[in-house]
C-alpha cells in the first residue's frame, strides 16, 4: 500500500510543480483574453519561439536559458505591440472581431509552427543547464529541479504582474481598460495605447514562458504549441477570466489532476483532461473559480 | 380581469450591484404605459429581463397568463412580447426588407396558420418599413443609414413579430420635433390595432402626450404608479430627476 | 447571403434562378463533365490531384455552413474528418464487403453527433469558447485515436484498396474520384438551398447580432446545433475515403494541421458569404498549391514541402485583414 501512496503523493506533488509551470505558459492569455479579450490562440507558438530562442542561446552561445529569455523579453514586447496594432487596426476598429479575428490569429499560430519546421526541423530540442536534471533532496522528498525552477519562475512572473498591474499607473489603466474604456478616455488615457502595452507585456511573459517549456518538457518540437491551446484556455476559463489568483488556482488543479491521470490511467490520457476540465467548467460554471 | 403582463417581485443583481429591486408591475391589454427614470435606473435591465435576454434571480414574469420565467427570448418573442433595442442592433449583412423577414419568419410564421411565404412576405416587409417612412430604402444595408432611420428600422422589426406587447426602449432619442410625433403616431395606431404599448422615454412631452399610466423606476425600484398627470407632480419622482 | 439589389431583383437570371432541382441537375452535369474529361484523359496522377481539390470543395463549404453562415469558427476540423476516416477504417476491419457509400454515411452521422455533443456543451457561451472548445476536441480526439489499437494507434493501419473500381470499371482511384464528386455535388446543393431558406435567414440573423436575432424569435441556440451537425456531417463524409485514398492511414498525417488550415483558408480567400466562395477558394488555392509543389521552385530554391501550406496560411491572413469578402468580394458589384 505503501508504494501505491507513495506514488499519489509524488504525483500530487509534482502536479503542484507543474501548476507552476502551467501558470507561467498561461499568464500571458490571463492577459490578453482576461483582461484586453483578446483572443489569442497563437500564443502557444511565441512559447515555443521563446523556447527557441533558449535553445540556440544555449547551444550556440552558451547562456543560461531563463537568462536568454530575459534578454529576449523586450524583443518579444515590441512584436506584441506590433501584433495588436495589425489586429486593432484590421478588427477591433472595425468591430468585426470574432470571425476573422478569430481566423487571423488561427493564421498566426500556424504560419509560425511552420515557419518553427522550416527554420528548425521537427527533431526535437533540448538546453542543458544545472537544473536540467537532479533533484532537490529534502529528505522527506524528492523534488525534480526541472519542475522546481519553473515551478518558481511562475510564481516569480504571476507575482511580479500582479504587483505591477495593483501598484504602477500603466498597471492600474490596464485594469481600468479591461472594466471601462470609456472611463479610461475621461481620464486622458489612451486606451489603444494601454492595450498595446498590455499586449507587450502579454507577449513578454511568452519569452520566459518559453524558457520554462523548455526545461520542463526537456525536448520540444514545433507542434508541441497546439496540445498547449486547450491547456491555457483550460487553465484561464476555469480559474476566472480576469483574475490572477484564480488562475493560479487553476493552473495548480489542472496540473494535479492531469499528473494524478497520467500515474494511473497513462500519460497519454493527458490532453484530454484538460479538455475535460474545460467543458465541465464552460457547462457548470463559465465565469470560473474567481472570475468577475 | 388579469393583466397581460403581470411582473411580480422581480429583482436582478450583476456581481454585488443590484439593478433591479423587488419590482412589481402590472399592464392590461390594449394599455399605454410609459416608464420613466434617471439614467442607471434598470429601465433596459428590467426590459432585457422581461423579454428574456437577461435571467433575474427573483420573482417572477407572467405574460398572457402564462409564467415566462424558464422561456428563452425567442420562446418570449414567440408568444407575442417584442421589443425594440435602445441601441440599434439591426442584422448588418442584411437588407432592410430582409431584417424584417427575419422576425416574419420566425414569428408570425412559427404561429398556426399565419404562414406568409414569397410575394406576400415582401411585400409586409415593405409595408412595415413604409410605416416607418423607410420604403425608399427596403433594399439598403443598415450601414448606410442615419442613427434615426436605424431606431425607426429597430422599432420596424419589433413590430414585424406582430406582438401582443411591444416595449418601445427610447425609440425617439435624437430625433427632431416631427419625428417624435411621428413616432408617437405611429405607437398609437398600433395602439388602436391592439398592440399593449411600453413606452421607456427621457422626452417627457412624448410620455405624457401617449402614456394613459405612468410608472416611474429610480434605482432599480418603482416608486410611482398611476395617472400621468398625478405622477409627474409626486415629491419623490420630482426629487429624483431634480435631486435634493 | 448575398444581400444586394442581385437578389431581389435578377432572382430570374442565370444561375440564381434556378431552383433546387434544376440546380442539382446543372452541378451533376459539371461534375459528369468533369468526371468524363479526366476519364478520358487518363492520368492515374490527374486522378489522385483532383480528388484532393474537390475533397477541400466539400471541407471548405462544410465549414462554411458554420463560420461563414452563422459565424462559429470550428478550428476542430482535424476531429470530424478523422472520425470519417477512422469509421471507415473499423468498417474496413469489422465489414469490409461494406460499400463505400453506406462508409460515408456512417462517418458523416457519427461525426455529426460528435459535434452535435460539442455543441450542446458550449454554444450556450460566446461564440469564441465554441472555438477554443473545437480546438481542444482536435487535439481529444487524436488522442484518443492514438491510443485505440484496434485502429493501430500510432503505427496506423493498412487499408488495401480494391484494384477495380465497381460499377465503372477501371482504377478505383476513379471510384473514389467519382464518390467525392458526387459527395461535392451534394454539399453544394445544400449550401445553396440553406442560403435561400428560412433556415439561411436564421444563419446570417445569429452572426449578425444573436441576441437581437433571439429577441427576434430565431431559436439560435437550435439553429447552431443544427449548422454544427451539418458542418460536422459533410466533414465526416470528406474524410470517409481517405483511408482507400492513401492506403496507409496513421493519426500523424490523418490529423495533419493542414487540413485545418486549408479547410478555413479556402472559404476565407474564396468568400464565405455565399457557397461560390468555398469553391473558388478550393480551386484557387489548391490550384496553387499543386503548380507550386509540381513548379521547379522547390527544387530550384530547396523549398521543404511545408512552403506551399505556409503560402495558404499567409495568405489566409492577408485576407481576413485587407479583403474580408473574399474573391468573390472583391467581384462583387457594389449595390446602388
Redesign the interface.
Known amino acids: 500500500m505503501t508504494g501505491s501512496l507513495d506514488l499519489l503523493v509524488n504525483a500530487v506533488i509534482s502536479g503542484l510543480l507543474l501548476g507552476g509551470f502551467y501558470a507561467a505558459v498561461s499568464i500571458g492569455v490571463a492577459i490578453s483574453f482576461g483582461l484586453l479579450d483578446i483572443v489569442n490562440i497563437a500564443h502557444p507558438a511565441f512559447i515555443l519561439l521563446g523556447s527557441y530562442v533558449a535553445y540556440l542561446a544555449n547551444v550556440y552561445l552558451g547562456l543560461d536559458p531563463i537568462l536568454a529569455t530575459v534578454i529576449a523579453m523586450p524583443f518579444f514586447y515590441l512584436l506584441g505591440m506590433a501584433l495588436y496594432q495589425i489586429y486593432y487596426v484590421a478588427f477591433e476598429r472595425r468591430d468585426d472581431q470574432s470571425l476573422r479575428g478569430l481566423s487571423f490569429f488561427f493564421g498566426i499560430l500556424f504560419i509560425a509552427e511552420v515557419g518553427l519546421i522550416l527554420a528548425f526541423g521537427v527533431d526535437l530540442r533540448s538546453v542543458q543547464a544545472w537544473y536540467v536534471s537532479g533533484n532537490l533532496d529534502l529528505r522527506v522528498i524528492e523534488l525534480p529541479w526541472r519542475l522546481l525552477v519553473p515551478f518558481a519562475l511562475g510564481l516569480v512572473m504571476v507575482g511580479g504582474l500582479q504587483l505591477f498591474l495593483s501598484r504602477t499607473f500603466v498597471g492600474r489603466a490596464i485594469q481600468a481598460v479591461a472594466q471601462d474604456q470609456q472611463a479610461l478616455r475621461l481620464m486622458a488615457a489612451n486606451p489603444t495605447k494601454i492595450k498595446r502595452i498590455a499586449f507587450g507585456i502579454s507577449l513578454a511573459t511568452a519569452s520566459l514562458g518559453g524558457a520554462a517549456m523548455i526545461i520542463v518538457i526537456q525536448a520540444i518540437e514545433p507542434s508541441i504549441g497546439r496540445e498547449y491551446i486547450g491547456r491555457i484556455f483550460a487553465i484561464c476559463v476555469l480559474g476566472g477570466l480576469g483574475s490572477f489568483p484564480g488562475m493560479v488556482i487553476a493552473a495548480v488543479t489542472l496540473g494535479v489532476v492531469e499528473n494524478l491521470t497520467a500515474t494511473f490511467l497513462g500519460p497519454s490520457w493527458a490532453p484530454a483532461v484538460s479538455f475535460g476540465v474545460l467543458l465541465i467548467t464552460l457547462a457548470v460554471r463559465p465565469s470560473g473559480i474567481l472570475g468577475r | 380581469m388579469s393583466a397581460l403582463l403581470h411582473v411580480e417581485r422581480l429583482s436582478k443583481r450583476f456581481g454585488g450591484f443590484t439593478a433591479l429591486q423587488e419590482v412589481d408591475l402590472e399592464v392590461q391589454a390594449g394599455e399605454r404605459l410609459g416608464l420613466i427614470g434617471p439614467n442607471g435606473s434598470g429601465k433596459s435591465t428590467l426590459v432585457n429581463c422581461i423579454c428574456g435576454t437577461l435571467r433575474n434571480e427573483q420573482g417572477s414574469v407572467r405574460f398572457d397568463g402564462v409564467e415566462m420565467n424558464w422561456l428563452t427570448a425567442h420562446q418570449r418573442t414567440r408568444r407575442g412580447l417584442a421589443r425594440s433595442f435602445q441601441l440599434p442592433r439591426p442584422f448588418g449583412s442584411l437588407t432592410l426588407a430582409e431584417n424584417l423577414r427575419i422576425p416574419i419568419l420566425y414569428t408570425v410564421n412559427a404561429r398556426d396558420g399565419q404562414a406568409l411565404a414569397g410575394p406576400a412576405l415582401l411585400a409586409r416587409c415593405l409595408e412595415l418599413l413604409a410605416q416607418v417612412g423607410l420604403a425608399d430604402k427596403a433594399h439598403r444595408l443598415p450601414r448606410d443609414l442615419t442613427q434615426i432611420e436605424m431606431r425607426k428600422l429597430e422599432l420596424a422589426r419589433a413590430m414585424a413579430a406582430a406582438p401582443k406587447l411591444l416595449i418601445a426602449d427610447e425609440a425617439m432619442a435624437g430625433l427632431s420635433h416631427a419625428e417624435v410625433d411621428e413616432i408617437i403616431a405611429l405607437l398609437i395606431r398600433l395602439n388602436g390595432q391592439g398592440v399593449t404599448v411600453i413606452m421607456i422615454e427621457h422626452i417627457m412631452r412624448a410620455v405624457m402626450e401617449f402614456s394613459q399610466r405612468l410608472a416611474v423606476l429610480v434605482a432599480g425600484r418603482k416608486i410611482a404608479d398611476g395617472n400621468p398627470k398625478d405622477v409627474v407632480r409626486d415629491p419623490e419622482v420630482v426629487r429624483a430627476y431634480l435631486g435634493e | 447571403?448575398v444581400?444586394?439589389?442581385a437578389r431581389?431583383e435578377e432572382e430570374r437570371e442565370g444561375l440564381r434562378g434556378l431552383g433546387h432541382i434544376a440546380f442539382i441537375g446543372v452541378l451533376a452535369v459539371a461534375a459528369a463533365a468533369v468526371f468524363g474529361i479526366a476519364r478520358w484523359i487518363d492520368n492515374s496522377y490527374a486522378f489522385f490531384a483532383a480528388y484532393v481539390v474537390v475533397q477541400y470543395i466539400v471541407l471548405g463549404t462544410a465549414w462554411n455552413i458554420l463560420?461563414?453562415y452563422t459565424?462559429y469558427?470550428n478550428?476542430g476540423i482535424t476531429a470530424f474528418f478523422a472520425i470519417g476516416a477512422y469509421s471507415s477504417v473499423v468498417m474496413y476491419k469489422l465489414t469490409p464487403w461494406m460499400p463505400l457509400p453506406v462508409m460515408i454515411l456512417v462517418g458523416g452521422v457519427l461525426a455529426a453527433l460528435v459535434g452535435l455533443g460539442t455543441g450542446y456543451?458550449?454554444l450556450r457561451?460566446r461564440?469564441?469558447?465554441f472555438?477554443?472548445?473545437t480546438?481542444?476536441?482536435?487535439?481529444?480526439v487524436q488522442?484518443?485515436i492514438?491510443?485505440w489499437d484496434f485502429v493501430g494507434g500510432a503505427r496506423g493501419a493498412y487499408v488495401l484498396r480494391p484494384r477495380l473500381a465497381p460499377l465503372i470499371g477501371g482504377e478505383y482511384i476513379q471510384y473514389l474520384f467519382l464518390v467525392m464528386l458526387g459527395l461535392c455535388v451534394v454539399s453544394l446543393a445544400t449550401a445553396r438551398a440553406i442560403e435561400r431558406s428560412?433556415l439561411g435567414?436564421?444563419f446570417?440573423?445569429i452572426?449578425?447580432?444573436e441576441?437581437?436575432?433571439?429577441?427576434?424569435?430565431?431559436?439560435?441556440?437550435k439553429l447552431k446545433l443544427i449548422a454544427t451537425a451539418l458542418s460536422g456531417g459533410f466533414m465526416g463524409m470528406a474524410g470517409a475515403p481517405l483511408p482507400y485514398y492513401v492506403t496507409y492511414l496513421d493519426p500523424a498525417s490523418g490529423f495533419s494541421?493542414n487540413y485545418a488550415?486549408n479547410a478555413?483558408?479556402m472559404p476565407?480567400i474564396g468568400g464565405?458569404?455565399s457557397w461560390v466562395g468555398p469553391l473558388i477558394g478550393a480551386v484557387f488555392v489548391g490550384g496553387l498549391q499543386e503548380y507550386i509543389r509540381a513548379s521547379s521552385l522547390y527544387t530550384y530554391f530547396d523549398l521543404?514541402p511545408?512552403?506551399g501550406?505556409?503560402i495558404t496560411?499567409?495568405l489566409?491572413?492577408v485576407f481576413?485583414?485587407l479583403a474580408?469578402q473574399g474573391i468573390v468580394g472583391l467581384f462583387k458589384r457594389k449595390?446602388r
Open positions: 447571403m444581400s444586394s439589389v431581389e463560420g461563414g459565424g469558427v478550428f456543451l458550449t457561451l461564440g469564441v469558447f472555438s477554443i472548445a480546438l481542444a476536441l482536435a487535439v481529444v488522442t484518443l492514438t491510443n428560412a435567414y436564421g446570417a440573423a452572426r449578425d447580432d441576441a437581437a436575432a433571439e429577441a427576434s424569435g430565431v431559436p439560435t441556440l494541421l488550415v478555413i483558408a476565407l464565405t458569404m521543404n511545408a512552403f501550406v505556409l496560411g499567409v489566409m491572413v481576413v485583414i474580408p449595390p
